[in-house]
């Protein structure tokens, strides 16, 4: 289905790993599957590559750090009420 869209897109999970993205996807983010270990999260790379933030405006970089945690405090807390 992604395959089939003509935009930009992927699938990630709620980790930041990145399941699945179309060929537009690849092209505009590079590969984002290639990776292993933590790495595969682009919430650890975006703390601790900080070529991985040139996407953004750097002034928006606090605001993407706030989300990314916010992200993971709810992925914790998901899994403390389980």
Not at 17 to 31: D, F, K, R
Not at 41 to 60: G, K, N, V
């Amino acid at each position: 289905m992604l395959d089939r869209l003509d935009t930009p897109a992927q699938i990630v999970s709620d980790l930041g790993v990145t399941l699945s993205q179309n060929p537009l996807a690849e092209a505009l983010l590079g590969v984002q599957t290639r990776y292993t270990g933590l790495r595969r999260s682009l919430i650890y790379r975006w703390f601790t590559e900080p070529y991985q933030r040139r996407i953004h405006p750097e002034a928006d970089h606090p605001l993407h750090s706030r989300g990314h945690v916010a992200s993971l405090r709810a992925v914790h807390g998901a899994l403390d009420a389980a």
